[in-house]
């Protein structure tokens, strides 16, 4: 996303802030592409409603759109459009003294957050990541990926060398909106997702944001990671 002046960050928050607009978003936050009927339906708007919604997105960079066949598909226009979406609810919860997640469970376990994992056991493979050296903070909220988190990741399937080799942004700290705490984000979450879920360790729900974890995946996060699922 382009950097915004004041004039341009009232016309984003505009831009997201539609109660239709803002359901379009967060069914994109998921990664997934989808087609404006079927983020219309979403919406709870009609098609050429959501035809207007979507121009509007488009027009400030927070959607991109792309033709195949008969259809246009629509997704979020990168991953920093996500972080946007994901801050934006950790704010939107409100402050209270003490954390009582009313997120479901389903969700709240292990969900995407675009294209890398979030939920708790996101929020777990973050800090066991750091705990056993394999990352290392590299800046205010960057991550580097040791010589020990090269060798242990690569043999769990997850090429370093590859997921850098991007002009994205390798791995930083991304606010997780149910656990109010880190997850990984960048090419590296991105990488980690994609191979958990190649490796079905992991499996998508038919629709949504939410995802189970196998019996096959329970044992291998805990023999390559050391992460213990207990839900």
Known sequence: MAAYRSGGVAALAAAIGEPAR???????LDGRARTATELAALAGVTPSTASVHLLKLK?????????QGRHRY????????????????????????ALT????????SARTCYDHLAGTLG???HDRLLAIGWLKGAGTDDYDVTAAGERGLLEAGIDCGTACNGRRRFAYR???????????????GAAILETILRRRWLS????????????????????????TIEW
């Open 22 to 28: 803002a359901r379009m978003l967060l069914a994109l």
């Open 59 to 67: 027009t400030e960079a927070l959607v991109s759109a792309s033709a």
């Open 74 to 97: 629509y997704t979020l226009a990168g991953a920093k459009v996500a972080a946007v979406l994901e801050a934006m609810s950790v704010l939107t919860a409100g402050s209270r003294p």
């Open 101 to 108: 997640p009313n997120t479901p469970t389903a969700l709240r």
């Open 123 to 125: 929020v777990a493979l």
């Open 174 to 188: 991304c606010l997780d909106w149910s656990e109010r705490r880190p997850h990984i984000g960048g090419a590296l």
């Open 204 to 227: 998508r729900e038919s629709d949504g944001r939410a995802l189970l974890v196998t019996a096959h995946g329970r044992r291998e996060l805990a023999r390559r990671f050391g992460v």
